[in-house]
């Protein structure tokens, strides 16, 4: 048996800015700019509003949600990391959404400690790099016993993190590498409703919180991820996890490999290459919902399971639905932000369409995507028995094997800030975290020094 615990615990502590591949530089970049536009459009959404209400957090160090007002680092890491995931439309790898973990709980705890630009990409690093050690040891699918791998990965990559930015020495990271596997949480039933972007946010909130304990002294297993009753067996859909082969953290790096997938629609990733495929149709031909006699979108068997939502009534609803996306892209002739809100998704048009939708389980599995079919493909038939079929689409926009351009992601994050309402410039913030090795200290990111900068 492998010590992983003690070897993750021995990465984080040791990594350098200097030893991140060049090739990984820019997937963090992204990592921090992404996740800050999706911060910024959901600050004042729903879930971000009452936890913030709830919590009435005294101010402290760290920054919420960009704005005015500050807390501690654990209660400004938890409402940033859920107004970073309330509108799904964080980036996704590692079977989950790493950034909308990883980047909150950093900017708030690089507040606290004053960490340098750099200081915060190591922290990515090695929270990304500890997330993608863990992910790769279980062949199956955590989705298939019902949990949200963003609740349980992410609090122990957001703790290695923190770990770093706390510059803890191997133990102690080891130690608090072990403190988050205890705060691993998220079940998918809960997926679709508020509690969703609450797995992210606590997850980030997990991380400061076990960083510090460790700090302090507080003392946890130092073989909580490999031991029989440890995280890895625990959280096991087929119990066909490794615990014997050597770390490869620092030494396979998965951040130029998996790197990251940004998303273009506010909806789960599931549904990512059928919108697609759907989208192309539309740009190419005239279709109206009343000459369509049914849709049929074909994608793998896990996807199916995570859209579990076949009659939204809401806009949380319809993120998680596969009939949604292709009513919305029949009718709007896109699904955005301007489309997941409870008015449209009520609309008859929509609600009708969604009923001449099936969902296709392909139940064979893409060899190099795990949880994905070897392709997603739309077919639509019409009322006069025309049958038109999308192309088979496997590369998703915004992929590791289509990114967005820089300018496309200036796009997207200037599109969020506008929703954010922000009261400062969000060129220069998009700038400053696209070279954030450049940044002296973290209270320069605008935004973050009083909350107008």
Not at 120 to 139: F, H, N, Q, T
Not at 325 to 350: H, K, P, T
Not at 411 to 428: H, I, L, M, P
Request: overall charge negative; aromatic content about 6%; proline content about 5%.
């Amino acid at each position: 048996m492998t010590n992983i615990t003690r070897d993750l615990g021995a990465f984080a502590a040791s990594l350098k800015y200097e030893q991140i591949p060049e090739n990984a530089l820019n997937v963090i970049h992204t990592g921090f700019a992404d996740c800050v536009g999706v911060m910024l459009a959901g600050r004042d959404e729903p879930p971000t509003r009452i936890l913030t209400e709830v919590l009435a957090p005294p101010a402290g160090p760290s920054t919420l949600v960009f704005g005015s007002r500050t807390a501690s680092a654990t209660d400004a890491a938890w409402i940033n990391g859920v107004a970073a995931h309330a509108l799904d439309f964080d980036d996704v790898a590692l079977k989950g959404h790493p950034s909308t973990v990883l980047v909150p709980a950093i900017l708030a705890e690089a507040q606290a400690v004053g960490a340098t630009g750099r200081e915060m990409m190591v922290a990515y690093a090695v929270g990304y790099e500890v997330w993608a050690e863990l992910a790769r040891r279980d062949p199956d699918h955590y989705h298939t016993k019902g949990w949200h791998p963003t609740g349980i990965l992410g609090a122990i990559g957001a703790a290695a993190a923190c770990a770093s930015l706390n510059k803890l020495n191997a133990e102690q990271c080891a130690m608090a590498i072990s403190l988050g596997a205890s705060q691993s949480a998220g079940i998918m039933a809960n997926f679709g409703t508020m509690t969703k972007p609450f797995h992210a946010g606590r997850s980030a909130q997990s991380g400061v919180l076990a960083a510090r304990l460790a700090k302090a002294g507080f003392t946890s297993s130092l073989d909580a991820l490999e031991h029989p009753q440890g995280f890895l067996s625990a959280v096991s859909p087929g119990a066909r996890f490794d615990v014997t082969s050597p770390c490869e953290a620092g030494k396979v790096w998965k951040l130029p490999l998996s790197k990251l997938s940004v998303k273009k629609y506010p909806l789960c990733f599931c549904t990512h290459r059928a919108l697609d495929g759907m989208l192309d149709l539309v740009a190419q031909q005239s279709l109206k919902p009343d000459e369509i006699e049914s849709i049929n979108a074909r994608t793998s068997l896990r996807n199916t399971k995570v859209l579990r939502n076949h009659n939204p009534q809401t806009g949380l609803e319809a993120k998680f639905s596969m009939e949604f996306a292709m009513a919305s892209c029949v009718v709007a002739e896109r699904a955005g932000l301007n489309e997941l809100v409870d008015e449209f998704v009520q609309r008859q048009d929509i609600q009708s369409l969604m009923k001449k939708v099936t969902v296709e389980a392909d139940e064979t599995e893409h060899p190099d995507l795990p949880g994905y079919s070897p392709f997603d493909q739309v077919t639509i038939k019409l009322k006069n028995g025309q049958v038109i079929k999308s192309r088979e689409v496997v590369a998703v926009r915004g992929g590791p094997d289509l990114p967005l351009s820089r300018e496309h992601l200036w796009s997207k994050f200037e599109d969020c800030a506008t929703v954010g309402q922000v009261d400062f410039s969000a060129r220069s913030l998009f700038d400053a975290l696209m070279s954030l090795e450049t940044v002296a200290k973290v209270s320069d990111l605008p935004g973050l020094s009083s909350g107008k900068k």
